[in-house]
């Protein structure tokens, strides 16, 4: 039996990239692979629960207070346990620390994963790519945008971000359901998922929806964070637009799944992605999407998104909003054109394992 390292250079927050790591955890044959875990300073008790069921052992390692002494955590960590495998996950070359330790404890085989196409600590970025180019001896990535970001023209390998994509089926029942839990039965409901921070670009989706609510007084913005702790900043915005009695912001959900099933329209206007696995949630729930011209084409899986220039005025992204609608489909037809493709992750989740043999 292989012994595997995963390190998540994020806290286990709920969505974004441990939503991922989880999905094709929980397809991994334990018979084969015994998968333990680096936890950078927070882990969601959901997330815990299920690596203790599964038998996986969880270290606390601080990552950014001080990296040498997360390195020399590290490199104790992969001697003592004898990992075969290190596999870390990250957006940028800042995952040369965790490969480097990886090297400096043994581990021969040390892949990283890389789940965006940009990164904010781009300065950094820069100044560790020699040592991440040393350290790094497996390639993969969520998308070719991402792939290229952060590989260039070095050799990597495509792993989808994979889900559940039956989970996802549209239910009449449980939409009516959720809207009337919600208090939202006769609203139209804009959906957005994803955290609460500057790629996301939540201004330019605050702007819209506002100019969206001057044309229908009947529209309310339902945002979905993984993070629990929304920064002030973004409440400032949502009053000064005077759009906070229409706007709902939910955290930490586990029921995303059920709470697309209420949304009618889905609007990701991200400044960048690697992928956007909840644009790919999104389609499986059979919602119109419309999308900022960041999200790399193979987002696309039911040909359906309607992508908009960053460049293009409100009023540009709400005729879209409106052409979506009026086109879209029967939901449940959506959910088909994705079973068994490769975002299905029943269809696809052995790839990670050919990957770690």
Not at 217 to 243: F, T, V, W
Request: hydrophobic share 40%; with cysteine.
């Amino acid at each position: 039996m292989k012994r595997i390292l995963v390190v998540n250079t994020v806290p286990y927050v709920l969505g974004g990239i441990s939503t991922v790591i989880m999905n094709y955890y929980e397809q991994i044959d334990c018979n084969q692979f015994h998968l333990d875990f680096v936890v950078n300073d927070y882990i969601e008790p959901i997330y815990r629960e299920i690596m203790e069921k599964r038998g996986s052992a969880i270290y606390e390692v601080k990552r950014n207070s001080s990296p040498w002494a997360y390195c020399i955590s590290l490199i104790k960590l992969i001697k003592e346990k004898h990992y075969e495998i290190v596999y870390v996950h990250g957006n940028s070359c800042t995952m040369a620390v965790d490969l480097f330790a990886a090297m400096l404890g043994g581990c021969r085989k040390r892949i990283a994963h890389v789940h965006s196409s940009m990164c904010q600590h781009i300065v950094v970025h820069k100044v560790l790519r020699p040592l991440f180019e040393l350290c790094c001896t497996e390639r993969v990535a969520c998308s070719q945008a991402a792939g290229q970001w952060l590989f260039g023209k070095k050799k990597y390998v495509i792993l989808p971000n994979g889900i559940d994509v039956e989970k996802y089926k549209y239910c009449l029942y449980v939409r009516n359901t959720v809207r009337k839990k919600l208090g939202l039965e006769n609203k139209f409901i804009v959906g957005h998922v994803g955290f609460f921070n500057e790629p996301k670009n939540h201004k330019r989706l605050f702007a819209i929806f506002q100019k969206l609510l001057m044309q229908n007084e009947n529209s309310h913005l339902l945002c979905i964070a993984g993070d629990e702790n929304i920064p002030d900043k973004y409440q400032r915005m949502i009053e000064k637009l005077n759009i906070a009695t229409n706007v709902t912001i939910l955290t930490q959900r586990t029921d995303v799944n059920i709470l697309l099933m209420a949304m009618d329209v889905f609007v990701f206007p991200s400044l960048y992605e690697g992928l956007g696995v909840s644009v790919i949630e999104a389609q499986a729930s059979g919602l119109p999407c419309i999308v900022s011209d960041r999200i790399p084409q193979e987002a696309n899986v039911t040909n359906t998104l309607r992508y908009v220039s960053l460049q293009a005025t409100n009023d540009e992204w709400i005729e879209n909003i409106n052409l979506a609608c009026a086109e879209r489909l029967d939901r449940c037809a959506y959910n088909e054109r994705m079973l068994g493709g490769i975002f299905d992750i029943n269809a696809n989740g052995n790839r990670l394992q050919q990957l770690f043999e």
